[in-house]
């Protein structure tokens, strides 16, 4: 198959929507697709380049100031019809409700190309990042919410990471013509397992290996209430010796720093900044706990990888996440901003090695059904379907 898979984001940018389609980018390569991914430029002009077994052709940007390290197209309509009427492409698959994804989708249905949408945003992953905005957030985050289900609805199959996510969008009872269905956005397990971090990465960034790691990877910006994580830490150091381990960048991490420094807990946190692909799976191996205190996930790809990499998981009990962290199984879910309820749930774990032991299995086994190569062969499904549909 000729497949194009286009993103409003995506790699260097690092968060989960941009680390799935890469995923699902080269997954579909090795398997012997013809695999074009469309995605904003990282310096402004268009631009093709080859990531390994695929190629990507870069659509002209602007910065957009709220996400760090962030560009987005603001008008990229002539050079997506370009691409695609070039490409020829059997299927398209979109992972955006902005500017590619709308170009893709309007010129897909000219052209009588299949579409494949899937959904990984949720309004407030933009709106805690606009501070002017926040007296109404509510009402804008449900229209978006809706303008989002109006953009993925065009297109011919809707998925979404999880059958929590569908539901979060009112989309249980599938009223629409298209088919909605949840197709996990997996992990490639070749790489996350459990095992001893190597010292290089220790020695890096000056982990401490005498007291207990919490940690947090992911996007450093506001959505992901991480300074609610330096309270429930701030609590669990009355309590016992421990470090904070908090791996990424974004727009929120000076306030972090200030939020660490006034608390006098410089010593005991480490702030590593972006870091690189490899440096992600062994900081994975790092933490004795991995905590996730965002609200406003759809699956979250960076618990998946700390599993499967033996880390029980704290998280707060909003919607998806319950999926991956299941409550006493292999973590505890809390309730959200609960700063206290999340320290408790990290004392008992790093303060039990045998609960800990036991939660690690279970982790591991949970990640263990999401698996990148069930998430490929369904879609490869998904797409052969939709083909023949046309043919």
């Known amino acids: ?32 697709h013809e695999v074009l991914v469309i995605a904003p430029s990282q310096n402004g002009k ?36 370009k691409i695609i009427s070039e490409f020829n492409p059997d299927i398209i698959h979109t992972q955006s409700f902005l500017m590619i994804g709308q170009a893709v989708i309007k010129y897909g249905q000219k052209y009588n190309i299949p579409i494949v949408s ?19 957030s509510r009402p804008i985050n449900f229209m978006l919410k809706k303008y989002i289900v109006r ?19 009112d989309l249980s009872n599938n009223k629409w013509k298209v088919p909605i269905e949840a197709v996990s956005n997996g992990i490639d397990l070749s790489k ?24 947090y990877v992911g996007r450093v910006d506001a959505e992901k209430h991480i300074s609610v994580l330096v309270h429930a830490f701030i609590h669990v150091l009355a309590k016992q010796p421990a470090h904070l381990l908090i791996v990424g960048d974004g727009t929120d991490s000076g306030n972090l720093k200030e939020l660490v420094n006034v608390s006098d807990i ?11 692909e490899q440096e992600i799976i062994d900081l994975h191996k790092v933490g004795t706990v991995f905590c996730m205190t965002s609200p ?15 880390q029980p998981v704290v998280a707060v009990d909003a919607g998806p996440l319950k999926e991956l962290c299941q409550n006493k199984r292999n973590g505890y879910l809390c309730e959200t901003d609960n700063d206290k309820e999340i320290a408790r749930a990290l004392e008992r774990i790093i303060s039990d090695p045998s609960l800990r032991a036991s939660m690690s299995k279970e982790s591991v086994a949970i990640a263990a059904t999401h698996d990148i190569k069930k998430t490929l062969d369904r879609f490869e499904e998904i797409y052969t379907s939709l083909i023949n549909l046309r043919t």
């Open 46 to 81: 268009k631009y093709k380049e080859v990531d390994g077994n695929y190629s990507i052709a870069r659509t002209a940007t602007i910065i957009f100031p709220f996400f760090q390290n962030y560009r987005f197209s603001p008008s990229p309509y002539s050079e997506v019809k």
């Open 118 to 136: 899937t959904n990984h945003a949720m309004p407030e992953n933009l709106m805690d990042n606009l501070k002017l905005l926040a007296p109404v």
């Open 192 to 215: 996350f397992s459990v095992g001893q971090p190597p010292k290089n990465v220790i020695e890096k960034f000056k982990i401490p290996t005498n007291s207990p790691i919490i940690t």
């Open 266 to 276: 410089s010593d005991k946190v480490t702030f590593t900044g972006r870091v690189s």
């Open 151 to 169: 953009i993925h609805l065009k297109t011919d199959y809707f998925t979404m990471p999880t059958q929590s996510a569908i539901d979060l969008f």
């Open 1 to 32: 198959m000729k497949i194009i898979i286009a993103s409003d984001l995506y790699w260097p940018v690092i968060n989960g929507v941009s680390t799935f389609a890469r995923s699902l980018a080269k997954g579909l390569a090795d398997r012997g």
């Open 296 to 310: 406003v996930e759809l699956q979250s790809i960076v618990m998946l990888e700390a599993m499967a990499s033996g």
